[in-house]
């Protein structure tokens, strides 16, 4: 559900007026990418920014979920689809533009400590996150599908964590012209491990993320 969730956001963001979609022989629309590996070329590919998402979900008191997003991501991805375990991917997330859909939560992830204490989150002026792949798995009997595992940097601590991934698509993007490769992958992390505890359990310690990630070929 929460895929649909940023796939509509992403949407909503991107600005999508004026397009003029490729037509199939029999004049019906044609999306550009496709869930074909063939379509795929070695090289090394740069995040899309515009397009590119990082949810996090939490839960509220143990009620409901409440949901939040990273964007700008920013970074390489080095592939070569005949070796898929080979691939690199070195990724940023600029925190300082979380956003949610409440001000008031918003301005709370990123307001100073009282006092000139400790930020209950990330505080004003927080660094951006990284992730840096040390290891690729495929998936035995699914090729699209992979465990990817790297390192993560958050709130100044970097701790290894393996994403579940898969390929989503591959073509040609029609307003770049660029190559362009798609993934999603989720994972989910204790927030408390980056030192970032306010409120456990009463907001959960555990943080699903759900990444919709588009690189296109340089």
Do not use: C
Not at 128 to 139: I, L
Not at 163 to 187: I, L, Q, R
């Amino acid at each position: 559900m929460k895929r649909h969730i940023i796939a509509a956001l992403a949407l909503a963001t991107a600005g999508i007026a004026g397009f003029a979609p490729a037509l199939t022989a029999q004049g019906a629309p044609q999306v550009p990418g496709a869930k074909d590996p063939a379509r795929v070329t070695a090289g090394t590919y740069t995040a899309d920014s515009n397009h590119s998402l990082i949810a996090w979900e939490v839960s509220h008191f143990g009620f409901n979920d409440y949901y939040g997003l990273f964007g700008d991501v920013a970074g390489t991805l080095v592939l070569d689809p005949a070796k898929p375990s080979e691939a690199k991917v070195d990724v940023t997330i600029p925190v300082a533009n979380v956003t949610t859909a409440s001000k008031g939560l918003t301005d709370h992830l990123l307001r100073a400590g009282k006092d000139g204490g400790k930020p209950d989150f990330f505080g004003p002026a927080p660094a951006a996150a990284r992730f840096v792949s040390t290891a690729v798995k495929v998936d035995a009997t699914d090729a699209t599908k992979a465990m990817i595992t790297g390192d993560l940097t958050l709130n100044g601590v970097t701790k290894p964590v393996t994403f579940e991934a898969e390929f989503t698509g591959a073509g040609t993007n029609p307003y770049s012209k660029k190559a362009t490769v798609g993934f999603e992958a989720e994972t989910t992390i204790k927030r408390s491990d980056f030192g970032v505890s306010y409120a456990v359990p009463f907001v959960s310690d555990e943080v699903e993320l759900d990444i919709s990630v588009a690189f296109e070929k340089q």
